[in-house]
């Protein structure tokens, strides 16, 4: 399976963007769903995962409070709404499906660039 990010730019800090992730080759409702992150020259991060009803959601702590993640079942797709963008978010995002929080598969997208800049 194939995620595909977007959503991604430039934001200055403080700012605010929102991530989208969809597929249609597979039906997301029966998986968890999380984003991730890579900045330049450093390992992909665990940013966010949410389960299947969007009743469970975790954060990595630095974006606790400013970034929220959320899914639409009948629309299969996540979000990642990013409010108080920091220059540290300056990152591609990826989004990745799972069985559980933790556990993912490997259904890399291309990721969405997002550069936090004044």
């Known amino acids: 399976v194939r995620l595909v990010e977007t959503g991604g730019g430039l934001a200055q800090p403080g700012g605010s963007l929102t991530l989208s992730c969809s597929t249609s080759?597979?039906?997301?409702?029966?998986?968890?769903l999380a984003w991730f992150r890579q900045a330049p020259g450093e390992d992909r991060e665990f940013v966010a995962a949410?389960?299947?009803?969007?009743?469970?959601?975790e954060y990595r702590e630095s974006v606790k409070g400013r970034f929220t993640i959320s899914r639409d079942n009948a629309k299969n797709t996540a979000y990642l709404q990013m409010n108080e963008l920091k220059p540290e978010d300056t990152a591609v995002y990826y989004c990745?499906?799972?069985?559980?929080?933790?556990?993912?598969?490997?259904?890399w997208g291309p990721g969405t660039q997002v550069t936090v800049s004044s």
């Open positions: 949410i389960n299947q009803r969007g009743g469970s959601k």
């Open positions: 080759e597979e039906d997301l409702s029966n998986y968890v």
């Open positions: 990745n499906g799972g069985g559980r929080i933790g556990v993912y598969y490997d259904w």
